[in-house]
T-cell receptor, first 111, second 115 residues
Framework: DAGITQSPRHKVTETGTPVTLRCHQTENHRYMYWYRQDPGHGLRLIHYSYGVKDTDKGEVSDGYSVSRSKTEDFLLTLESATSSQTSVYFC??????????FGPGTRLTVL | QQQVKQSPQSLIVQKGGISIINCAYENTAFDYFPWYQQFPGKGPALLIAIRPDVSEKKEGRFTISFNKSAKQFSLHIMDSQPGDSATYFCAVPPERVGNNRKLIWGLGTSLAVNP
């Protein structure tokens, strides 16, 4: 998976709890992305980063925040998890912003 | 917001047949048209991509056809195999303004190739 890891790979949590997902890359790529994937909705961009401490919102950013303090790490936080945030979350990286390399995904269940 | 319309949503093909998936876009400021392939339980991976200065690109059994005037591009899988069963996504990059380096994705096509 092009030097991308995501942790945890699976998580079950309860409504109202904060959750942080981690994406770690060893490729030194500039761009990093968080997507969620749900049946019938394809891939939807949550947030992305174009450098350390430089982030921007995607199309479904409400209820999510991100941080990138180092080139290799991009954290996604669900401030107060809701059942509608049950999904599979993918991190992706890119150097030239054309080809994106995806991580293995995190399956999150919010009860 | 730029839209990308992908069709069909699902496709069943017999082994050895041709699979065709289409994408239509709205804007013109694109320089790269990729197709991604995703197997169950995995993240998407780049399958093949084309630049708008050519009308067709072939890599093995996979071909992208690009029609700039119609604002459409399609993926053709020749001699489809059961191992091609996956979800396929098209994507387009929007106009590169500032730090905007996002891809706009189609909703995906689930392909099943029957043996």
């Amino acid at each position: 998976d092009a030097g991308i890891t995501q942790s945890p790979r699976h998580k079950v949590t309860e409504t109202g709890t904060p959750v942080t997902l981690r994406c770690h890359q060893t490729e030194n790529h500039r761009y990093m992305y968080w997507y969620r994937q749900d049946p019938g909705h394809g891939l939807r961009l949550i947030h992305y980063s174009y450098g350390v401490k430089d982030t921007d919102k995607g199309e479904v950013s409400d209820g999510y925040s991100v941080s990138r303090s180092k080139t290799e790490d991009f954290l996604l936080t669900l401030e107060s998890a809701t059942s509608s945030q049950t999904s599979v979350y993918f991190c992706a990286i890119s150097e030239n912003s054309n080809e994106q390399f995806f991580g293995p995904g995190t399956r999150l269940t919010v009860l | 917001q730029q839209q990308v319309k992908q069709s069909p949503q699902s496709l069943i093909v017999q082994k050895g047949g041709i699979s065709i998936i289409n994408c239509a876009y709205e804007n013109t400021a694109f320089d790269y048209f990729p197709w991604y392939q995703q197997f169950p339980g995995k993240g998407p991976a780049l399958l093949i991509a084309i630049r708008p200065d050519v009308s067709e690109k072939k890599e093995g059994r996979f071909t992208i056809s690009f029609n700039k005037s119609a604002k459409q591009f399609s993926l053709h899988i020749m001699d489809s195999q059961p191992g091609d069963s996956a979800t396929y996504f098209c994507a387009v990059p929007p106009e590169r303004v500032g730090n905007n380096r996002k891809l706009i994705w189609g909703l995906g096509t689930s392909l099943a190739v029957n043996p």
